[in-house]
């Protein structure tokens, strides 16, 4: 049997060489960079309102409002919302700014063991509401523009069915809808979370949450990388070595890893909710989902809807949250489909200025 | 002496060997009351005549002793006749997370199944319970690990594939190489990782490593009552307390609110923020 391997001895002798020097140079780089040096989320803000762990942050103006209405960015428990600011020139928060928004942004901190009790309906009809009800007073307005990130975007979502009052525009961006959409899409390489949570039966669930109080960052990291098996073994060798020489694309690579470290636990009783609730029941997509004894009827979200989904989503497969347009109460329904995968549609510098823009262009449709 | 390494097993089986021996020779001395504390049926000390009934006595009690404790050790390990396979089972740490402790899990099953006494044993009876779960956990971790060993195998007989098939562009660089089996694995465990096999072994590691964790925590929990410490049961139930008062709270403020909007603009200082809630003082971050 011939094989493929043709290696000239030559040719390996300058790979090799090439490889020892990008090694060299770097070890000295690696070695020169603190943790300090690597820094997230750095838009200037100012914390404005706090309830327990929650905390609601006001961004400074970068330039003339175009926006009239102030916008709140939603992020979930899963991550923390600096993704959605990971560094200056890939933040989604300052690509808003930028364009005239008056930007809101809120962080729901750290859980820990004693936050276990909390739940979904917390952080909807509590948190969450506290918040936007404190910019409508805060700006003497009945309503604000609402962005959702993923699981920010559930809240996002059972927020305006539940207050619809209080939405004016609503974003969600990369949110499931339809938890069991995955399987329709047929792909090998999309929705493992989906089938994950599907393969565990809801007294698995319960006995895990007991266990622990929470959802663990650290398992769901783990699921995460289960997803992508080999990038995720390979990303601090073959991954940094492709960097370790530009300075600028290794301090990119530091601040995803920050962020990505940065995993916080998701409160028990609201895990078991998504887990089981959605993941497992997909209550949202059937209007079966209850939230303080109130159902969450998605056809009460009556205002302006912008889905955006990014078509290469292996965490959250698009036709999850494509199937929104069949479930709102409104006519006026966009989508965006951008390039890229789940957290690439934030950070990645192919989507900078599209994913910004598409936003405002909507919203300023829409004064 | 030979160049063969000294074999554990051996000398293990010898050990065992020479106690039976010496064990038999010791109950064949006692009951032909041929001496007393013989080894091998030699008698070492000669008793005196006066005593013989007395020994005689307490030879009948050893014997109906050692009768009952078979008897009972026969009712505790059913299945645990002491063989040279669960001597293996024993010492053989490779045997011990495919496969348990053999016979001792029954042992424990037994013991952690049986009747409950109200002050005897509960301890003791968790703790058997907990190393019966670590045996259960460390069964499914090795499930779980000959699924990805597979995989693994898999992987690397496409790759072998791969790289011998005549049809393939040629690969000059090891990067190209290293790419080619990048591609090829993690498509493989991609696929694994959907099989329904390797989800149930996940399914299962998940579950038995929460169990495992819910049983230590009843041992810890049960040296902290001992010593008046408080325990992360009790601690979760005044967690619980404070969040259902705040969840009160919350809703009696809310139904005490004044109407929500329409609000002219108002600074920040001047408002007064919700019982609960505090109104940050402007702190700016960066």
Request: with cysteine; net charge negative; hydrophobic share 40%.
């Amino acid at each position: 049997m011939k094989s493929r391997i043709q290696f000239d001895p030559l040719e390996m002798a300058k790979q090799f060489t090439d490889f020892n020097q990008r090694l060299q140079h770097g070890s000295e780089l690696l070695r020169s960079v603190k943790d300090r040096d690597v820094q997230i989320a750095t838009t200037p803000k100012t914390e404005v309102f706090r309830q327990d762990k929650t905390t609601l942050y006001h961004y400074e103006p970068m330039a003339d409002k175009t926006v009239a209405t102030p916008m709140l960015v939603v992020y979930g428990l899963v991550g923390r919302y600096t993704m959605a600011d990971l560094q200056e020139d890939r933040s989604l928060i300052r690509n808003l700014l930028l364009q005239g928004v008056d930007l809101y942004a809120v962080d729901w901190g750290n859980p820990g063991r004693g936050d276990r009790w909390l739940t979904i309906d917390d952080y909807v009809d509590g948190y969450l509401n506290e918040c936007i009800e404190f910019i409508c007073h805060e700006h003497g307005i009945d309503s604000i523009n609402v962005l959702g990130i993923c699981e920010g975007g559930v809240f996002a979502l059972c927020h305006a069915a539940l207050h619809p009052e209080r939405v004016k525009n609503l974003i969600v961006t990369i949110t499931p809808v339809d938890f069991h959409a995955d399987q329709a899409e047929g792909r090998t390489d999309h929705g493992f979370i989906n089938l994950w949570t599907r393969s565990l039966n809801a007294e698995d669930v319960d006995r895990l949450i007991e266990a622990n109080g929470n959802l663990p960052g650290e398992l769901m990291s783990f699921v995460f990388s289960t997803m992508t098996p080999l990038s995720s073994l390979t990303k601090y060798n073959l991954g940094l070595l492709d960097v370790v020489d530009d300075e600028k694309k290794l301090m990119n690579f530091l601040r995803m890893e920050k962020w990505l470290a940065d995993r916080p636990h998701h409160p028990g009783e609201a895990a078991k909710q998504w887990l089981k609730d959605l993941y497992q029941q997909n209550k949202l997509v059937k209007n079966q989902f209850e939230l303080g004894g109130r159902k969450v009827e998605l056809a009460n979200i009556t205002m302006p809807v912008l889905n955006v989904y990014a078509k290469e989503d292996h965490i959250i497969p698009p036709q999850c949250s494509r199937a929104l347009a069949e479930c709102v109460g409104t006519d006026d329904y966009s989508e965006i489909g951008l390039a890229g995968g789940h957290v690439g549609v934030f950070v990645s510098g192919k989507s900078q200025g599209v994913l910004g823009k598409g936003i405002v262009d909507w919203l300023t449709e829409r004064p | 002496m030979t160049n063969k390494p000294a074999n554990w097993m051996d000398q293990a089986g010898e050990m065992y060997k020479q106690w039976t021996d010496q064990q038999q020779a010791l109950l064949r001395a006692m009951s032909a009351g041929g001496g007393l504390f013989g080894i091998g049926g030699t008698p070492t000390v000669n008793a005196p005549a006066d005593a013989s009934e007395g020994l005689r006595k307490a030879q009948a009690l050893w014997q109906s002793s050692m009768d009952q404790w078979v008897a009972l050790a026969k009712q505790a390990l059913p299945q645990s006749a002491i063989t040279g396979e669960s001597l293996q089972a024993l010492f053989d740490p490779s045997q011990w997370a495919p496969a348990g402790l053999g016979p001792l899990d029954a042992a424990i099953e037994h013991l952690v199944e049986g009747p409950s006494y109200a002050t005897l044993w509960t301890l003791d009876r968790k703790i058997l319970r907990a190393q019966k779960l670590r045996t259960e956990w460390a069964k499914d971790l090795a499930a779980y690990q000959v699924l990805m060993h597979g995989a693994w195998n898999e992987a690397v007989k496409r790759f072998l594939v791969a790289i011998n098939d005549a049809q393939g562009s040629p690969i000059t660089s090891w990067r190209e190489l290293t790419d080619v089996w990048i591609d090829i694995a993690n498509n493989t465990l991609v696929e694994t990782h959907r099989t329904p096999e390797f989800l149930e072994a996940q399914r299962r590691l998940t579950r038995s490593g929460a169990e495992c964790r819910l049983q230590e925590r009843e041992i810890a929990e049960a040296f902290c009552e001992m010593q008046q410490i408080p325990t992360r049961t009790e601690m979760d139930e005044v967690q619980r307390e404070v969040y259902e008062l705040r969840r009160r709270l919350r809703a009696l403020e809310k139904r005490g609110a004044p109407a929500a909007v329409p609000h002219a603009p108002s600074s920040i200082a001047a408002k007064t923020p919700r019982r609960g809630a505090r109104r940050a003082s402007p702190k700016s971050t960066a």
